[in-house]
């Protein structure tokens, strides 16, 4: 079992900067993928970035690769997801997910069915 919360979300205009936090709590950190999946309202969850905490490997979203980093802190047990250069497009509900189920060939897949634990989501609005 794994506990997960997101925190860092706000309001910014187009073309700043935001962080977001996911604490994990629970079981052993370094054995799952994790990822940062996005929702905005009246579409579907769509993946935005993974890393595999053990290896370090990690995948971007077409959409925001070179934009975002996702980031982590193994002391502390802690994603991030560094976004810059924000557009309104980014705007949506931002979710912290973990499994290991989602490991495949050296990295973590983004597929929001392979993970199980899921944080309560942190917001995100962008401005224009």
């Known amino acids: 079992q794994v506990q997960l919360v997101e925190s860092g979300g706000g309001s910014v205009q187009a073309g700043g900067s935001l962080r977001l936090s996911c604490a994990a709590s629970g079981d052993t950190y370094s054995r799952y993928c994790m990822g940062w999946f996005r929702q905005a309202p009246g579409k579907e969850r769509e993946e935005v970035a993974t890393i595999d905490t053990g290896g370090g490997s990690t995948y971007y979203a077409e959409s925001v690769e070179g934009r975002f980093t996702i980031s982590q802190d193994k002391a502390k047990n802690t994603l991030y997801l560094q976004m810059n250069s924000l557009k309104p497009e980014d705007t949506a509900m931002y979710y912290c997910?973990?499994?290991?189920?989602?490991?495949?060939?050296?990295?973590?897949?983004?597929?929001?069915?392979?993970?199980?634990?899921w944080g309560q989501g942190t917001q995100v609005t962008v401005s224009s």
């Open positions: 997910a973990a499994d290991s189920r989602a490991r495949f060939g050296g990295f973590c897949l983004g597929v929001t069915g392979l993970y199980k634990f």
